[in-house]
């Protein structure tokens, strides 16, 4: 009895110690306010992006429009992220951040204002979409690069990045599900509205941070100088070029099935805004079970493996949801989509925070937000477009076929990049020490 109790108290105890590894970012105060303030925030944006995409919809009943206020939204973070990211190598990261954030806070409030007095007309919301687009192509490098800042312990960098995505999906299961309710009891401008006000969490959250004042290394060279480096370095390093290669294909491919859903909503699933909550909800699902598997591991050397895996993982989740026309089968599979499509961004992320200099980790981290999501209005113009003529179903299947050919292709280089960035991480202990673990784990068994 008493060994039962034992051996009860043991489990819990490892269970502690698991979930304590999977949050230890945490233990950083910066980062706690950022977490707990941008959780609120987030799940605004998510209501404002579903919300969005039923406006546009509901108003034009255009395929070829949702892909093009999708492309005026993120066209600037193609254009102008890069410039984000030399001034995130050159300027406060943290007054930025304010500075971003009030911005997107006065653009939801001023879209929350038009819808309600019955002035939303396509050409303002690709206006107002545009306008976000250019305060993210600013706040999106800075934030990925600020984080490294908020981390008191810098081997907590990767935890902190995992805990982002899964903070990022937690908002993404709850805040299409919230919107979709939202439009269908009280209308599409309260979520605006919600969206609006939750940017005072975040707010008040980077106000509240103490930032240890540290002298940026003055840079001789003007802007243009500044970016051409950060291109060089990222082109001549092949696994930091490889990653931002795959996130390009993936994110212009696959990625645009996110714009066609509320055709798969209202016109394959013959649902309305509650079945396109639940489908962005089960994707984000899937996202956070990537994030929360992601949180949980211990170090980011076997990650360039995980990948294309990923890649692969996210391609046959489209190929599926494309062909079903039952809504759990979709859900379901939205689910294995999610997963995959997160596991891989994430894990592209960490390497590219963990092998990067860090004088260039602003410029690095805009070309990933390039790459990541400023090819996306290319590829969501390009699935309007295709699904207007071949239709939306279609669109998603290709789009699936092309990210699984891609995966294949990088693992082709696989064994290639793992030689290169094996003297990084040996350089910065990661490899030693998680080779010692291994050590340590055959002895005690």
Known sequence: MAGGRESQDQGVASRAISLGRALRALSSRNYRLFFSGQSISLIGTWMQRLAMGWLVYHLTASK?????????????????????????????????????????????????????????????????????????????????????????????????IALNSAMFNGARLLGPSIAGLTIAVLGVGLCFLLNGLSYLAVIAALLMMKIAPHAKAR???????????????????SPIRSILLLLAVVSITGMPYMVLMPVFAKDILHGGPHTLGFLMGAAGGGALAGAIYLAWRKTVVGLES???????????????????????????????????????????????????????????????VMFNMGTAPFGSLLAGIAAARFGASETVLWGGVLCLVTALLFSLRLRTLEDLVRPIYIEKGILAETALLHVETIHSH
Do not use: C
């Not at 840079?219 to 082109?235: I, P």
């Open 64 to 160: 070829f429009l949702l892909g093009a206020v999708s492309f005026v939204g993120l066209f600037p973070v193609f254009l102008l992220s890069a410039v984000g990211g030399v001034v995130a190598d050159r300027a406060n990261r943290h007054h930025l951040l304010v500075a971003t954030q009030v911005l997107a806070m006065a653009q939801a409030l001023v879209l929350t204002f038009l819808v309600m007095r019955g002035q939303a007309r396509i050409e303002y919301l690709m206006l107002l979409a545009a306008a976000l687009g250019l305060i993210n192509a600013f706040d999106t490098p800075i934030r990925q690069a600020f984080t490294v800042e908020m981390v008191e312990k810098k081997e907590d960098l990767g935890n902190a």
């Open 219 to 237: 840079d001789k060279q003007n802007m243009f100088g500044g970016l051409s480096e950060g291109f060089r370095y990222a082109a001549g390093f």
């Open 306 to 368: 995980v990948v294309p895996a990923m890649t692969a993982l996210f391609g046959l989740g489209l190929v599926g949801f494309s062909l079903s026309q039952n809504q759990w089968l979709s859900m379901l599979l939205l689910l294995v989509a999610g997963f995959g499509m997160m596991v891989q961004t994430a894990s592209s992320n960490t390497i590219l925070q963990t092998i990067v200099d860090e004088d260039k980790r602003g410029r690095v981290m805009s070309l990933y």
